[in-house]
C-alpha cells in the first residue's frame, strides 16, 4: 500500500510541474487532404519549428505550445507541391484560429485571436495596397525604358519613389498610433529598417516602457544602435 501511495504522490508532483500550454493554434484549410503542418518561429535568420502535424483528411488541426510574449509565428504546409505554402500571424497567449484553402493558402486566410494580429490585418491591409502599386509602376517603368522615352522614364521612376515615400510615411505614422502594441516595433523593423534614422528613433522613443522592453521593442533599439554606429564611421 505504501508503495501504490508513493506511486501515487510521485505521479501527482510530475503532473503539477507540467505546465499548461498557453498558446493554441488550431483551424482547417479547405482542400487539403493530405500533408504536413508546421508551426514555426523565427530566430536569429532561420525558422524553426515549434510542433508540427501530420494531415491526413480534410479535417480540423491544432498545434499546442507555450508563448512568452506575444510574437509573429508561421503556419507553414508541405504538401509535395513546387509552391511554398507559408503565412504570418501574430500570436499571443490564449485560442488563434486561422482558416484558409489550400488553392489561396496566403490570401484566402482569415486569422482571429490576440489584439495584437488585429492591427497586424490593419497594416497589412494598407500595405498590400501601396505594394500593388507599386508593381503596376515597375511595369510601367519598364514599358518606358522599352520606348526609350526619356520623360516618361522620369515620370514613372518618380511615381515609383513616391509610393516608396508614402509607404514609409505610413508605417511611420501606423507605428506611433498603435506605440502601445508590439506590432509597432515589429513594422519598423520589417518595413522601414533602413528609413532614415530620425524615424526609427522617434518610434522607439514613443514607446511605452512594456513594449520598449519587448522582444522586438529590444530588437528594434539594436538595430538603431548598430545603424548610429555604421552611419558613423
Excluded: W
Amino acid at each position: 500500500m505504501k508503495k501504490i501511495l508513493f506511486i501515487l504522490s510521485l505521479l501527482l508532483i510530475l503532473s503539477c510541474g507540467e505546465k499548461e500550454s498557453d498558446l493554441i493554434v488550431t483551424g482547417h484549410i479547405k482542400g487539403l487532404k493530405k500533408g504536413t503542418l508546421y508551426l514555426q518561429k523565427l530566430k536569429d535568420t532561420a525558422l524553426i519549428t515549434i510542433d508540427s502535424l501530420k494531415i491526413n483528411g480534410e479535417l480540423p488541426f491544432e498545434f499546442h505550445s507555450n508563448l512568452e510574449e506575444p510574437e509573429v509565428l508561421y503556419l507553414t504546409l508541405d504538401n509535395n507541391s513546387a509552391n511554398t505554402h507559408r503565412l504570418s500571424f501574430f500570436a499571443n497567449k490564449g485560442i488563434t484560429e486561422i482558416n484558409t484553402t489550400l488553392k489561396r493558402f496566403t490570401y484566402d486566410a482569415k486569422i482571429k485571436g490576440s489584439i495584437q494580429q488585429e492591427k497586424f490585418d490593419e497594416y497589412n491591409g494598407i500595405i498590400s495596397k501601396f505594394n500593388d502599386q507599386r508593381l503596376e509602376y515597375i511595369k510601367n517603368q519598364f514599358e518606358a525604358q522599352k520606348s526609350e522615352n526619356d520623360s516618361l522614364i522620369q515620370a514613372t521612376n518618380l511615381e515609383a519613389d513616391n509610393i516608396i515615400k508614402r509607404k514609409y510615411l505610413y508605417t511611420v505614422n501606423f507605428a506611433l498610433n498603435n506605440k502601445d502594441v508590439e506590432v509597432a516595433p515589429y513594422v519598423a523593423l520589417t518595413e522601414i529598417y533602413d528609413a532614415n534614422i530620425k524615424f526609427l528613433d522617434t518610434i522607439y522613443n514613443a514607446l511605452p516602457e512594456h513594449i520598449a522592453n519587448s522582444k522586438y521593442g529590444k530588437e528594434l533599439s539594436s538595430h538603431i544602435e548598430k545603424r548610429k554606429k555604421e552611419e558613423s564611421n
